[in-house]
């Protein structure tokens, strides 16, 4: 099983990125995934939350408004819209989910998200 952030990059304040998360060697259709991100000399924090078919998400206080998450199952991918990026949401962005036989905690090794002010 694994996870490939992809769509990561360079971008001025205020304006957008779009991450996407694939998945392969499992389903990701009936578990809820998630995106988390760790700045420089911070811990890793949650960013977002969807489950399994895509009709309920969870923002942490920081993105809420600014940030999308949302999936394609039949692509077996997860996607994350950043608008309105600010320099401090400059990191490294992870996605993860509980995938497999048997199931465990996957990450994926994540995109650089760089904004500059």
């Known amino acids: 099983v694994q996870l490939v952030e992809s769509g990561g990059g360079l971008v001025q304040a205020g304006g957008s990125l779009r991450l996407s998360c694939a998945a392969s060697?499992?389903?990701?259709?009936?578990?809820?995934m998630h995106w988390y991100r760790q700045a420089p000399g911070k811990q890793r924090e949650w960013v977002a939350t969807?489950?399994?078919?895509?009709?309920?998400?969870n923002y942490a206080d920081s993105v809420k408004g600014r940030f999308t998450i949302s999936r394609d199952n039949a692509k077996n991918t997860m996607y994350l819209q950043m608008n309105s990026l600010k320099p401090e949401d400059t990191a490294v962005y992870y996605c993860?989910?509980?995938?497999?036989?048997?199931?465990?905690?996957?990450w994926g090794r994540g995109t650089q998200v760089t904004v500059s002010s």
């Open positions: 969807i489950n399994s078919g895509g009709s309920s998400t």
């Open positions: 993860s989910a509980w995938l497999g036989s048997p199931v465990r905690l996957y």
């Open positions: 060697g499992s389903s990701i259709s009936v578990n809820a």
